[in-house]
């Protein structure tokens, strides 16, 4: 699994993409988007609580991002609702396995209950590993996703806000050797 703090992060981006970000009353909607980017590792509540873990994890599958995205909006009704769309509730929700997808150790079931479990066989995410502040392998698997992931969310940003003009292709230009770089060594750790 990738960390809560890179799935935070794909809340926050599908924010900026999405919601109407300069307008102070939308800015609550924010925290669905991270809710709902993070929301599908809850059941981890069910294990740690009672001892259940569902086989296959359910909660990174479309229909569950369906579920919990209409539920939002329902929940979010009125003027809030108004300044991000249920597409955008539904990325953000999705964020998660796809996420998870791209670490490429475990199997996610995208497409319960019709199917089978999707996996990739290159990681390009690191696992975020043991939940563990004195684990180093948690921080240095941090430092290779952001590495990772905030070239992709600052290029989806610049692109949603239509920021298309020669300073941003210079700044991507600049940031991708470093990307590069970070993919590199996601893909060299053994899975």
């Known amino acids: 699994m990738s960390s809560i703090v890179g799935h935070a992060a794909a809340g926050i981006t599908v924010f900026l993409c999405c ?8 800015r609550w909607v924010l925290v669905p988007c991270m809710i709902l980017a993070i929301c599908a590792d809850f059941d981890y509540f069910a294990v740690w609580a009672f001892g259940y873990a569902a086989d296959p994890r359910f909660t990174h599958s479309v229909v569950f991002a369906l579920a919990v995205s209409v539920v939002a909006r329902v929940a979010m009704r009125g003027a809030i609702a108004a300044r991000i769309s249920i597409t955008g509730l539904l990325t953000a929700s999705l964020s998660h396995p796809v996420l998870d997808l791209l670490v490429g150790a475990h199997a996610v079931p995208l ?32 430092l290779i996703e952001l590495g990772v992931l905030l070239p992709v969310f600052a290029l989806l940003i610049a692109l949603a806000r239509r920021a298309t003009g020669r300073g941003t292709a210079m700044r991507a230009i600049l940031i991708a050797p470093l990307w590069l770089a970070f993919v590199a060594w996601s893909i060299s ?3």
Request: hydrophobic share 40%; no cysteine.
């Open 111 to 142: 497409l319960w209950p019709l199917g089978a479990e999707t996996s990739i066989s290159i990681g390009v995410l690191p696992s975020a590993g043991t939940l563990d502040p004195a684990n180093y392998y948690l921080w240095r698997n941090l």
């Open 189 to 191: 750790l053994p899975r």
């Open 19 to 26: 919601a109407r970000w300069r307008d102070p009353r939308s």
